[in-house]
Structures are given as structure tokens and as C-alpha cells.
């Protein structure tokens, strides 16, 4: 079955901190996206990565930083953590034929808490 | 801007009773995908739906395109406990190059 894993599900840090979340996929995508999710605000789309060592910002991309050094790995990178953004982040991928329009899988998320 | 708005935002009704939540776009997409998110988990895939018209049933879900793929929607029947959960349709853009967009969501909860 195909797998997108969260390194962590819950996370505290503090503000300031340089904050690392990892995403792992098994599925051999070539894309893989980068999410967060608030209430009433739904997905919003942080950084979306076609191959490796290839980027695209989203929507909401200040603040953040990623890295895609190999194709089944993108790390998302705060790289000096507020309080707001304290969120649901989501991992996901999909395949890359068709374009990044495909459905997507998704970890089941890291619940960040910056204090 | 594309957008995707969904109804009702929240659902709360009895076990075995029928609902059905809406997704609306002024856009028309090539497709659109439903999802299914559980507390405390990712957003799964539902179904995808490709033609105008097109209806697919999973189970107690029926899931329909409407005729000029701007909107969609899904119905479930006698609804079970099981069902509980954020909804979420996605909409593929006529552009191959763009990503598809998300709707905010219908939370739904069934009563036991």
C-alpha cells in the first residue's frame, strides 16, 4: 500500500527555534507538496517540489524554506519559528504524469506548536 | 483565482439519516477528487470525477459531476457513525500545469 510518512506527529518548539519537518514517500512520485491547515482556513499550499532539487512556492511561503535532495524525501524548514505559525502540517505527493493535478496522498500530519 | 466553495460548512445529524454536501466553482475543471479527512489523520482519496454528469457510487457514497463541471456533489445514505469526518472536494484546472485547489471543507458528524 502506498505510504507518505510524517517524521513526527506532534512537535513543540520555541519561538526563534529553526524548526525541521520530514516527509518520506514510497510510491516513486515525482511530486510532493507541502501543506498547512487551519480551522476556517482550510489547505493552504506552502511549497510544492516537481523533481529533485526543483521548487515552487505556493500560496504562503514566506517564513518557510524546503529541501528535496532526494526524490522520496522534502523537508520543510521554518527557519525561525513564530507563534503563528502554529499549525497542521501536511505532506503529500502524487505522481507526475498528467501534471501536479493528479490526487494526492498525504501523511497523516505533524500538529507543530510553537510557544 | 479559482475558487471552491463547499456547503454546509458544518453537519451535524442522526445515524441513518441521508445528507448531501455541495462543492461550487464559477470555474470548470477537468476533474474533481473527493476526500475524506478523520480526526487526527491525513485527507484520504474518495473518488475522482472526470466527465460532466458522471455519477460513481462508493458504498452508501454517490458522488456526481455536475453537467458542466463547474460544481459536485456528494450524497450519502443512511449515514453511519463511520462517516464522521472533514470532506473535502478538489478541483483539477483545465491547465495540466496548474495545482489543484482545495475546498475549505463540510465537517460532518453522524450521532450514534
Known amino acids: 500500500d502506498v505510504k507518505v510518512t510524517q517524521s513526527s506527529r506532534y512537535l513543540v518548539k520555541r519561538t526563534g527555534e529553526k524548526v525541521f519537518l520530514e516527509c518520506v514517500q514510497d510510491?516513486?512520485?515525482?511530486?510532493m507538496f507541502w501543506y498547512r491547515q487551519d480551522p476556517g482556513l482550510g489547505l493552504r499550499l506552502i511549497y510544492f517540489s516537481y523533481d529533485v532539487k526543483m521548487k515552487e512556492k505556493g500560496d504562503i511561503p514566506e517564513g518557510y524554506s524546503v529541501s528535496r535532495e532526494k526524490k522520496e524525501r522534502f523537508s520543510l524548514i521554518l527557519e525561525s519559528a513564530s507563534t503563528n505559525q502554529t499549525s497542521m502540517y501536511l505532506c503529500?505527493?502524487?505522481?507526475?504524469?498528467?501534471?501536479?493535478?493528479?490526487?494526492?496522498?498525504f501523511g497523516d500530519g505533524t500538529r507543530l506548536s510553537i510557544l | 483565482t479559482q475558487l471552491l466553495e463547499q456547503s454546509p460548512q458544518f453537519l451535524s445529524i442522526q445515524e441513518g439519516e441521508n445528507l448531501t454536501v455541495y462543492c461550487n466553482s464559477s470555474?470548470?475543471?477537468?476533474?474533481l477528487q473527493w476526500y475524506r479527512q478523520e480526526p487526527g489523520e491525513g485527507p484520504v482519496l474518495l473518488v475522482t470525477?472526470?466527465?460532466?454528469?458522471e455519477v460513481k457510487k462508493l458504498k452508501r457514497l454517490t458522488f456526481q459531476f455536475g453537467d458542466a463541471r463547474k460544481d459536485s456533489s456528494l450524497h450519502i445514505t443512511a449515514a453511519q457513525p463511520g462517516d464522521t469526518g472533514l470532506y473535502l472536494c478538489a478541483g483539477a484546472s483545465m491547465n495540466r500545469d496548474d495545482k489543484i485547489i482545495f475546498g475549505k471543507g463540510t465537517r460532518l458528524h453522524i450521532l450514534p
Open positions: 470525477v472526470v466527465t460532466g454528469g
Open positions: 510510491m516513486d512520485h515525482e511530486n
Open positions: 470555474s470548470v475543471f477537468s476533474s
Open positions: 503529500a505527493s502524487s505522481i507526475l504524469s498528467g501534471g501536479p493535478n493528479q490526487p494526492q496522498h
